[in-house]
T-cell receptor
Framework: KAGVTQTPRYLIKTRGQQVTLSCSPI?????VSWYQQTPGQGLQFLFE???????NKGNFPGRFSGRQFSNSRSEMNVSTLELGDSALYLC??????????????FGEGSRLTVL | AQSVTQLGSHVSVSEGALVLLRCNYS??????LFWYVQYPNQGLQLLLK??????LVKGINGFEAEFKKSETSFHLTKPSAHMSDAAEYFC???????????FGSGTRLSIRP
């Protein structure tokens, strides 16, 4: 069974640009969560999608957005990039229970550097 | 609101020694608790989880954790450390009404030869 796949693995952008990250969950998983990981703030919850609907959202500005497609694949977008957006963005998928009680299966992440 | 506090951002033990990583949680409802491990340049992997069954939970790679409600703790232990255990460990909490897992700040475990 293939794991969670995130693309791209590494990318470099400049301030003001926008970026789209992609996540393909494990087959059969309908919940996809996104986390931002930085040395200073640790793992911060961005949002969770389930059956194409955003079910929960963290405390990030509106520049951070996401969506989920009918095949459960998810994308997140960050517009008007700032230096502080440099981070490892982790995607995690889980079964129908989502992150409430279940196990999260993480991808290897997309490392974004903003110059 | 749920939260977890991990005591010690860095723990160093000798190979073969006991590993003890501390985690305290705060939750207004019975929590679900987790320990995850992250190896360099990788995503997180679940070590073990507590979901109100047995208070002593056994996980992968010889790790276990004990849920102590009176102490609001969920410490992670391993009797004998191995070099391959060097990684960052995260304690996490969720509750039955939330659709997110909240992670602690992490503890980096180093193993001395």
């Amino acid at each position: 069974k293939a794991g969670v796949t995130q693309t791209p693995r590494y990318l470099i952008k400049t301030r003001g640009q926008q970026v789209t990250l992609s996540c393909s969950p494990i087959s059969g998983h309908r919940s996809v969560s996104w986390y931002q990981q930085t040395p200073g703030q640790g793992l911060q919850f961005l949002f969770e999608y389930f059956s194409e609907t955003q079910r929960n959202k963290g405390n990030f500005p509106g520049r951070f957005s996401g969506r989920q497609f009918s095949n459960s694949r998810s994308e997140m977008n960050v517009s008007t990039l700032e230096l502080g957006d440099s981070a490892l963005y982790l995607c995690a998928s889980s079964h129908e229970g989502g992150a409430r009680t279940g196990e999260l299966f993480f991808g290897e992440g997309s490392r974004l550097t903003v110059l | 609101a749920q939260s977890v506090t991990q005591l010690g951002s860095h723990v160093s033990v000798s190979e073969g020694a006991l590993v003890l990583l501390r985690c305290n949680y705060s939750s207004s409802v019975p929590p679900y608790l987790f320990w995850y491990v992250q190896y360099p340049n990788q995503g997180l992997q679940l070590l073990l989880k507590y979901t109100s069954a047995a208070t002593l939970v056994k996980g992968i790679n010889g790790f276990e954790a004990e849920f102590k409600k009176s102490e609001t703790s969920f410490h992670l232990t391993k009797p004998s450390a191995h070099m391959s255990d060097a990684a960052e460990y995260f304690c996490a909490v969720s509750d039955s009404s939330a659709s997110k897992i909240i992670f602690g700040s992490g503890t980096r475990l180093s193993i001395r030869p």
